[in-house]
């Protein structure tokens, strides 16, 4: 398993969208509030990646017709959410994220375990991918935003804008603000990264 300090994965030029600073915790908020501000009980934002709510998740025939292969549970443990391996059987690979929707809640030790997960999952031929939580649209949804920021070197503000072109998300004012520091965080990584390409 790779450590937080070798997770570079994207060239360092690619964030340069980020070099100007990332926004505050308001302007991230107007930004969520934008658009449709309504969605389906399973959404595709990113190819073989699905965003979701309960409902779907324990619709076993329905994730089985979405062809899906691994679960991310961002809720797992909660008695809303069902989700474990007994639940789904051994034809869906599962994964549990027990996160509390409040912004007191950490959940920035999971962004990497979790983007990690969802990566080797979409890294499997033929594999499709159902992240949810209660709703899909914070905890679950926060994970997603993590994913693209580290693996596809995403800023947090084009990660956001991915995924609300195919769903409504609003992550709580905590997520946000532990998002930003991911974003600050990975931004200075790249340009350290760009310093050592240029000496």
């Known amino acids: 398993m790779e450590t937080r300090g070798s ?7 690619e964030r340069s969208a980020v070099s100007s600073g990332t926004p505050s915790l308001t302007e991230l908020e107007e930004i969520l509030h934008s ?3 309504s969605c389906r009980h399973v959404d595709e934002v ?20 979405l062809g899906i292969t691994h679960v991310l549970n961002a809720a797992h443990g909660k008695t809303c959410c069902k989700g474990s391996d007994d639940f789904y059987g051994t034809t869906v690979n599962y994964h549990g994220v027990p996160a509390n929707d409040l912004p007191t809640f950490d959940l920035s ?3 990497f375990p979790a983007a990690e997960y969802i990566h080797e999952a979409l890294s499997t031929p033929g594999a499709r991918i159902f992240v949810h939580c209660a709703v899909g649209v914070s905890r679950s949804a926060a994970l997603v935003l993590s ?4 693996y ?11 995924v609300k072109e195919n769903r409504w998300i609003f992550p709580n004012r905590g997520f946000l603000k532990q998002l930003r520091v991911l974003d600050i965080n990975l931004c200075k990584e790249g340009m350290t990264e760009a310093d050592g390409q240029m000496t």
């Open 152 to 162: 596809h070197g995403f800023s947090l503000v084009d990660a956001i804008q991915k």
């Open 46 to 65: 990113w190819p073989n990646l699905f965003l979701g709510d309960m409902f779907m998740s324990h619709d076993r025939y329905g994730l089985w017709k």
């Open 147 to 150: 994913y693209l920021m580290i």
């Open 7 to 13: 997770i570079s994965r994207f060239p360092a030029q």
């Open 35 to 37: 658009g449709q501000t």
């Open 109 to 111: 030790p999971y962004f």
